[in-house]
């Protein structure tokens, strides 16, 4: 069984066992390719569910700037309306980048995007108490793990999964788009059919997970509404249940010493440890 280390500024080093699946044999030779070098360097999209109040105040007031300069309106930004807000600025980012862009209009709009997204994961936290934490290693914008794209194959769709469970080493999201469980997070009600695209493909970008569980009977029934909602197949091009829908994420281990983790508070002092570092090196081990 193949692991995974991972190294952390503040020290810390945790060990990923890799799930026995072709992907997940696929995806360590791609990171095994990767060098810290590569990796998107940007203070908001690394880790996610970390921050306080004064942080998301900041980085919104940031995120008006950047819609404000490309020439977009940002809506309010508050309990009842950030879902809508973030949602409707949004719908004009892919759009944006058939556009021939100056570098300066090229990296706001970048930047505009990452802090869509780090919002979508602090409020959701802050307004909706989901308790979501995830470190990412981002490699989407490093030519070289582009060239070295790679697909899933077409029997192992069975190991997305929408729940982001503590100890979690999955894939991320590699396009410029949103998958189901993105759309259904945002409640997203505004992007249209072309801005859905299931996972289909991979590189070595990916996600640690170190959110508490939900009531995961309960996602799954709202998730199964939203659907329906947003038009159902009709709308997504699958069937609710068809695994290459790709619901989610596609998971390729888990932390090996999880069982240290059953509890709340060691759970919570881990988090604590990480909340202020980043992931600076990993080591692949046979």
């Not at 699946?21 to 690394?46: C, G, K, P, Y």
């Not at 259904?184 to 070595?204: E, I, K, L, T």
Request: proline share 3%; with cysteine; aromatic share 14%.
């Amino acid at each position: 069984m193949q692991k995974v280390n991972f190294t952390y500024s503040c020290g810390t080093r945790l060990t990923y066992e890799l799930d026995d699946t072709q992907t997940a044999e696929i995806w360590v030779s791609l990171l095994s390719q990767m060098d810290s070098q590569f990796l998107l360097r940007s203070d908001v999209n690394h880790k996610h569910g970390f921050s306080d109040r004064e942080e998301i105040k900041t980085r919104a007031i940031r995120l008006n700037r950047c819609a404000a300069y490309l020439g977009f309106h940002l809506e309010p930004i508050d309990r009842q309306n950030w879902h809508t807000a973030l949602n409707n600025l949004h719908v004009n980012f892919p759009g944006f980048f058939k556009q021939k862009l100056t570098p300066e209009k090229f990296q706001t709009a970048h930047e505009m995007n990452l802090l869509i997204h780090w919002l979508e994961y602090e409020l959701v936290n802050l307004y909706g108490g989901k308790n979501q934490y995830l470190f990412n290693l981002d490699f989407n914008h490093e030519p070289l793990a582009y060239d070295l794209k790679s697909s899933i194959p077409d029997n192992e769709f069975d190991h997305f999964s929408t729940s982001l469970e503590f100890g979690n080493l999955h894939l991320h999201y590699i396009f410029i788009g949103r998958h189901f469980l993105e759309m259904f997070n945002a409640q997203d009600f505004v992007c249209p059919p072309a801005h859905f695209r299931a996972q289909h493909a991979f590189n070595a970008t990916c996600g640690l997970v170190f959110s508490e569980p939900q009531d995961e009977a309960l996602s799954n029934a709202e998730m199964h509404a939203y659907y329906h909602q947003r038009g159902g197949k009709r709308f997504f091009g699958f069937e609710y249940e068809d695994p290459k829908f790709a619901k989610g994420f596609f998971r390729l281990g888990r932390l090996q010493n999880i069982a240290e983790y059953a509890q709340l508070e060691q759970r919570e002092a881990l988090r604590r440890k990480l909340k202020n570092s980043h992931i600076v090196d990993w080591q692949v081990l046979s």
